[in-house]
């Protein structure tokens, strides 16, 4: 579909699936070199990043575990700047490689607070990697060593990501189309 209508906005297509699965590989093979002999524990924030995740965990061909945190920053279509923990972390991390896996870092508010955590809680190392990345957005010092996709500072949705809860389920990722938000204003 080039076009998506969500909560009566039109999104357009802004990257295929194909681009999304290559990027994925890219990501993965990076992963698999680097992290091999660390078995590392990847912790997936939900409820973004399940997509990513899915499809990273596949091509990941290293010993490894996986675990889920849900964190909350969003509100509409931008960041209230605050993050929540809503679902905490049961793994013991004292001593262990964590990779956290996110859906997109724009200001990097959840990604800050995660990382945080973790080394309060004896993470030895805390890499990131993320579908996608907004170095304009970005505010933080967190390094983020796997990034996809570099993507401008645009609202997007699908392949996990979405607006007030619609359109995760989208193959592809959508970007408001302003042309079209235009002609209704």
Not at 19 to 32: H, W
Not at 50 to 72: Q, W
Not at 152 to 174: A, S
């Amino acid at each position: 579909m080039d076009k998506v209508v969500i909560n009566g906005h039109t999104f357009k297509i802004k990257i295929g699936s194909s681009e999304i699965n290559k990027a994925v590989g890219d990501v993965a093979r990076q992963i698999n070199t680097q992290l091999r002999d660390k078995k590392p524990l990847f912790l997936a924030v939900l409820n973004g990043s399940f997509m990513f995740a899915s499809d990273l965990m596949k091509k990941i061909k290293i010993d490894c575990e996986i675990s889920f945190v849900k964190v909350a920053s969003y509100k509409g279509t931008s960041s209230t700047g605050t993050v929540k923990q809503l679902i905490g972390l049961s793994e013991d991390v004292r001593g262990r490689t964590v990779v956290i896996v996110e859906d997109i870092v724009d200001t990097g508010t959840t990604i800050e607070n995660v990382y945080k955590q973790l080394k309060g809680l004896g993470a030895s190392e805390i890499k990131v990697a993320t579908l996608l990345f907004k170095p304009e957005a970005y505010t933080k010092s967190v390094p983020i060593e796997y990034a996809a996709i570099v993507v401008p500072n645009d609202f997007l949705v699908g392949y996990g990501l979405d607006y007030n809860g619609f359109g995760r389920n989208l193959e592809d990722i959508y970007v408001l189309d302003y042309k079209e938000e235009k002609k209704y204003t």
